[in-house]
């Protein structure tokens, strides 16, 4: 697109000789005032022409090139399970939000403010209840989407060349989903998740030459305490929805490129 000044047209002319509507004029008046200030058109055009460089370079699919869309309708359902993944994490995200704006992790150093916060969403905010219930629940029903999906991809071949790059790309999608699941199991600090904390440590110090870095680089210690729970916080709340987001995207992004894989 260039940068030089086009030359001057009369727009206003050109619109007296055609038999527009109200609502037409309303509307290619408003383009050409935007368009003289913001060169709309361009980049419509430059949109335009991407969509249809983007579009020529996508294979067809196996059922639209052997034409087996009659063969395979009950391999159809399996091909939901990515956007069900997908539309679970966008209502966690929501209601996890929402939930955000009533739980503290901790306000005076006492890790049982956590705690104290989640009951008094569970017990006394209008609709508290639901809302965490909408939170957990959609967060498992994401895990189980994400799972099956993999299945769904591994045993119908959909992993294979040239989708290899978006195979490796879900599983650390599936990873970062139960890393999402973890921390947001310890974030209430109540008895399951304090064990289930304990145990996490146990795990990281297990790990061999670099255990005990691991171990106070993720739970602050070798044992549970308030750092704990701020880390848990910082990265269930302020780290993974952003890499998460950006990874969907990108995994999406690939699979509109390519097309969708259908069972061999």
């Not at 935007?34 to 196996?62: A, C, F, G």
């Not at 498992?140 to 490796?168: C, D, S």
Request: hydrophobic fraction near 50%; charge should be negative.
């Amino acid at each position: 697109m260039s940068l030089e000044r086009k030359d001057e047209y009369d727009h206003k002319d050109w619109m007296k000789k055609k038999d527009l509507t109200p609502v037409e004029s309303v509307f290619l008046t408003t383009l050409i005032w935007m368009d003289k200030r913001l060169r709309i058109v361009d980049y419509l055009e430059m949109m335009e022409t991407l969509y249809y460089r983007v579009n020529l370079q996508m294979p067809k699919s196996h059922t639209e090139q052997y034409d087996l869309d009659n063969k395979f309708w009950y391999w159809y359902p399996l091909y939901t399970l990515g956007l069900f993944s997908t539309l679970a994490y966008v209502v966690a995200a929501i209601s996890g939000a929402l939930l955000g704006f009533y739980y503290s992790p901790a306000t005076t150093g006492d890790p049982t403010t956590a705690y104290s916060s989640i009951e008094f969403i569970m017990t006394e905010l209008q609709f508290g209840f639901m809302l965490r219930s909408v939170h957990r629940w959609s967060a498992q029903v994401m895990v189980a989407a994400v799972f099956l999906h993999m299945l769904r991809v591994y045993f119908t071949g959909a992993y294979k060349e040239p989708r290899e790059l978006n195979w490796i790309l879900g599983i650390i999608l599936i990873s970062l989903t139960m890393v999402f699941g973890y921390t947001g199991y310890l974030l209430p600090w109540d008895q399951l998740a304090y064990w289930a904390g304990q145990i996490g440590v146990e795990m990281a110090l297990s790990i061999p030459l670099v255990g005990e870095w691991a171990a106070q680089l993720l739970f602050g210690g070798f044992s549970l305490s308030q750092a704990t729970l701020q880390r848990m916080y910082i990265i269930h709340v302020f780290l993974l929805p952003f890499v998460v987001t950006t990874l969907i995207a990108i995994h999406i992004g690939i699979v509109w490129v390519q097309g969708i894989a259908e069972p061999h």
